[in-house]
């Protein structure tokens, strides 16, 4: 199973990017999928999950700007993001737990895309 992600980029203060994942490969189907992110020096958090029923959770840090929805038909999970702050900063990287068999999972992470805002 891969994760590739892109949509990453170059944007001023306040304005909006779209970040896409797309999982291919060797799937039974996909339960959670969601953007994690990583700042220089610092962890990799959360920023969005959405369950395989359309749920969403969302960071506190981005409640209000962010949108996270999946297409299960192409397995593909996106997050648009809007008014963009410099501290959102980043790599995003995108995960999916996939069930690659009706009774084995595993967690999968894309290569990460570089998101830069500037102010």
């Known amino acids: 199973v891969q994760l590739q992600a892109s949509g990453g980029g170059l944007v001023q203060d306040g304005g909006s990017l779209r970040l896409s994942c797309a999982a291919s490969?060797?799937?039974?189907?996909?339960?959670?999928m969601g953007w994690y992110r990583q700042a220089p020096g610092k962890e990799r958090d959360m920023v969005a999950t959405?369950?395989?029923?359309?749920?969403?959770d969302y960071a506190d840090a981005v409640k209000g700007r962010v949108t996270i929805s999946r297409d299960n038909a192409k397995n593909t999970v996106y997050l648009q993001m809007n008014n963009l702050k410099p501290e959102d900063t980043a790599v995003y990287y995108c995960?999916?737990?996939?069930?690659?068999?009706?009774?084995?999972?595993?967690?999968?992470w894309g290569q990460g895309t570089l998101v830069t805002v500037s102010s």
């Open positions: 995960h999916a737990n996939v069930r690659w068999s009706p009774n084995y999972e595993h967690d999968f």
């Open positions: 490969g060797s799937i039974f189907s996909i339960n959670d």
């Open positions: 959405i369950s395989s029923g359309g749920m969403p």
